[in-house]
């Protein structure tokens, strides 16, 4: 008996492998994206966990031959993870993560997917959305989101705030704001809330470290990051400093914003508008989306419906709004019959009915065939998301130069100047000089 | 007449044959799993850091450059920013949080021993809580608007400070917190020592009228220096490679003023994908901290009674 038991144990020790021979084995690393797979209950917040346990099952039981692993990677930690993955030669076979790196094409890490492209995914997909993957006349990306979370693209506005102070807020979501007419407007939204005789209500926060929404003020004033060839940094233009200025002057000379922008990130400011210390906030229809999951998982007493609005913009001059897009990347791969097998995982994850589930997490996607159908059971969404893409069709930019373009080694001289210029250890000139110098010292390095 | 211990004794040098090796044997045996992860986990990555120091090693393309890195870093301003950042951070922690476990040990001594392992343990808490948790509660205690501490200086009457938002109080305030939350650990360690320490010394100085900082300077802290000096070294090497707080509080800023080196290594490293780069920062951040300890025991260490 003993001996059979032991005969048992060891054939099944042994089976476990053997089943798993002849299976292809798809590694896949996707960053934080609480989608609500098919099914999933309502009343419920979807954890990051579940959008990607539930596309590996799917794909699994639809291709019984392939095993799928995923990794959630955080947003903050994807970067050294892929550094050492990539160094030990372990990246991930399929990889979606906040950003990606043009390098990685460069290095000849990527597959490009023009040969699975199809002409009806090339209508489908936007322009922008294939061009976020464009590098030397391939495509590298499967196009999947449209935009961002939406900072420095649009605004929020919290509508009973306006309604207090008598302002027209659809006329401002339609026809937009100049710098003058939201300078007018933010005073009106500021004000004593508890009558001691303080401002303790504003009519907008910013963060030094929150860049997005800083800049988008700096381009509507017509500065330019970098010139044509992308071999210079130039954001100390006479209009780069007006843009700064213009911000400088909304904390301290119009008192709209609260001081201390130079210790705040975006989550602060996120904050200040969740709470109702300020009436404009930043974000698209995922920052709608993001104080519904707030209230679900406790973090937020009660939902709040705002409203989608451009960024305010110079008067006879068009604004700007950050445009960008997403999707998943194939890493090389050696194997012929597992290059197909990754790139058919790629297509499940992007076809019509799975990009169609980032409507549970209100983002934009990448095919204009769904997001002709998104929200339609929702009125005031559907709105919204209308307005969003017009926004990003109207005054869509790329903030951040092209793809090569290496803004994360410069980004942090960025901040630090907006440091320096709302700490007033630097006017606006010397703050955006000293940015441009650093960059540029830290690009003839790169 | 000559006295034995007068004639000079020289140490008899003997030198290690592979038949004192063989000898031995049992003996290194006993020693090699501890020198193998030893080297696996810290003289292996040492030698690689060197050796990828000397290359621009961007995980895509390796290039040797000899010693290009180095000249690189030491005529960077913001690594040697960083350097007298870390230098000041290392130098403001260290002293204050160990007067404070000093301190906090020596006012508990003479309670009785539930009391002193309540202190114990109230002060070690902080320990084994995560420094993300500690850096998230202190980041509310320090937020410009709504910290708790800007609200008691409203209630004093004086002007809200952008504590970590401005380059002359952000390091300070870290500082600070360091100071409050750490020395846990130290104070533990402290109070082992001080319990070993005869109780007939302090009641004989006592008889001999000694005061409470005579006894406290004469007899606790030339007893517990050996203890001391491994907290001060200990302390100096944690607080000189401090990343979690910075990464979380402050990301470096304002305008660089808290980039420690681990942060700019971080940096480097892990955003920028220079490994080179970072690996001669690692090996810059080594070098000061063996000379560090060196030092640290030379001139604390000549008088240490073990």
């Known amino acids: 008996m003993k001996r059979l038991s032991v005969i048992f144990l060891v054939l099944l020790m042994l089976a476990v492998p053997i089943s798993a021979l002849g299976k292809t084995t798809i590694t896949w690393w996707i960053n934080p994206w609480r989608i609500a797979p098919p099914g999933f209950p309502t009343d419920q917040a979807p954890t990051e966990e579940d959008f990607p346990k539930?596309?590996?099952?799917?794909?699994?039981?639809?291709?019984?031959?392939?095993?799928v692993?995923?990794?959630?990677?955080?947003?903050?930690?994807?970067?050294?993870?892929m550094a050492a993955a990539i160094a030990t030669g372990t990246q991930?076979?399929?990889?979606?993560?906040?950003?990606?790196?043009?390098?990685?094409?460069?290095?000849?890490?990527?597959?490009?997917?023009?040969?699975?492209l199809t002409e009806e995914d090339l209508a489908d997909f936007y322009e922008l959305a294939l061009d976020a993957g464009y590098v030397d006349g391939k495509h590298y990306i499967w196009p999947w989101n449209l935009g961002t979370n939406g900072m420095g693209t649009s605004m929020l506005l919290y509508t009973p705030d306006f309604e207090k102070a008598g302002i027209d807020w659809r006329k401002i979501v339609e026809e937009g704001w100049t710098m003058e007419e939201f300078v007018e407007i933010a005073k009106k939204l500021t004000w004593d809330s508890d009558g001691d005789g303080k401002i303790d209500h504003y009519a907008i926060s910013f963060g030094a470290q929150d860049t997005h929404n800083l800049m988008n003020f700096i381009y509507a004033h017509g500065a330019k990051l970098i010139n044509e060839d992308e071999s210079k940094v130039i954001f100390n233009s006479p209009e780069a400093v007006a843009g700064l200025q213009f911000l400088l002057d909304l904390v301290e000379v119009h008192g709209v914003a609260p001081s201390g922008v130079e210790a705040m990130g975006v989550y602060d400011v996120i904050g200040n508008f969740h709470s109702h210390r300020t009436s404009i906030g930043f974000g698209g229809p995922y920052e709608i989306g993001r104080i519904t999951r707030y209230v679900k998982s406790g973090q937020l007493p009660e939902a709040f419906y705002p409203v989608i609005a451009p960024f305010p913009h110079l008067e006879g001059q068009k604004g700007a709004s950050y445009a960008s897009a997403s999707g998943f990347v194939v890493f090389k791969q050696k194997d012929d019959a597992k290059r197909e097998a990754v790139m058919e995982f790629a297509k499940f994850l992007t076809n019509r009915e799975n990009t169609a589930l980032l409507e549970s997490l209100i983002y934009l996607t990448a095919r204009k065939s769904v997001n002709e159908i998104l929200f339609q059971n929702d009125e005031y969404l559907n709105e919204q998301a209308q307005t969003f893409a017009r926004i990003m069709d109207e005054t869509g930019m790329e903030f951040f130069g092209s793809q090569s373009f290496p803004w994360s080694e410069i980004s942090k001289f960025f901040t630090s100047a907006m440091q320096g210029a709302f700490g007033k250890t630097k006017t606006a000139q010397e703050a955006l000089n000293g940015f441009v110098t650093e960059a540029n010292r830290a690009l003839s390095y790169y | 007449m000559i006295y034995l211990e007068q004639i000079p004794v020289k140490p008899i040098k003997h030198k290690t044959t592979l038949n004192d090796v063989w000898r031995g044997r049992?003996?290194?045996?006993?020693?090699?799993?501890?020198?193998?992860l030893f080297a696996i986990f810290f003289l292996v990555p040492v030698g690689w850091g060197m050796y990828l120091s000397m290359f621009k090693y961007n995980v895509f393309s390796q290039t040797f450059i000899w010693f290009d890195n180095y000249k690189r870093i030491l005529s960077d301003w913001l690594f040697l920013k960083s350097l007298r950042n870390t230098f000041v951070y290392t130098f403001g922690v260290v002293p204050l949080w160990l007067g404070k476990a000093l301190l906090v040990t020596v006012l508990i001594y003479p309670f009785r021993k539930g009391i002193r392992t309540f202190f114990k343990a109230a002060f070690y808490l902080p320990h084994v809580t995560s420094t993300v948790i500690i850096s998230m509660i202190w980041l509310w205690v320090f937020n410009p608007n709504f910290g708790l501490l800007n609200y008691f200086m409203t209630v004093l009457g004086m002007e809200p400070v952008v504590w970590l938002g401005r380059s002359l109080t952000a390091m300070p305030s870290l500082i600070v917190m360091q100071v409050i939350m750490g020395g846990g650990s130290t104070i533990v360690l402290l109070s082992a020592a001080m319990a070993s320490i005869p109780e007939y010394y302090f009641e004989a100085a006592t008889l001999?009228?000694?005061?409470?900082?005579?006894?406290?300077?004469?007899?606790?802290?030339?007893?517990?220096?050996?203890?001391?000096?491994y907290a001060l070294v200990m302390g100096t090497i944690a607080n000189f490679q401090t990343f979690s707080n910075i990464?979380?509080?402050?990301?470096?800023?304002?305008?660089f003023s808290t980039t420690t080196i681990a942060y700019l290594i971080y940096e480097t490293a892990f955003k920028n994908y220079n490994l080179g780069l970072a690996s001669a920062m690692s090996m810059v951040m080594f070098g000061i901290l063996v000379v560090l300890g060196i030092v640290q025991f030379k001139w604390l260490g000549s008088n240490v009674e073990y």
Do not use: C
């Open chain 1, 54 to 67: 539930w596309a590996a099952e799917e794909f699994m039981r639809l291709h019984p031959d392939i095993e």
């Open chain 1, 69 to 81: 692993k995923y990794v959630v990677v955080g947003n903050t930690e994807y970067s050294q993870k």
């Open chain 1, 92 to 116: 991930p076979d399929i990889f979606k993560g906040p950003v990606w790196d043009t390098r990685w094409v460069e290095a000849g890490l990527l597959e490009p997917i023009d040969d699975y």
């Open chain 2, 26 to 36: 049992s003996g290194y045996l006993f020693i090699l799993p501890h020198f193998a």
């Open chain 2, 208 to 229: 001999e009228g000694a005061g409470s900082w005579a006894i406290f300077r004469k007899i606790t802290v030339p007893l517990l220096k050996p203890t001391i000096l």
């Open chain 2, 247 to 255: 990464y979380i509080m402050t990301s470096g800023g304002p305008e």
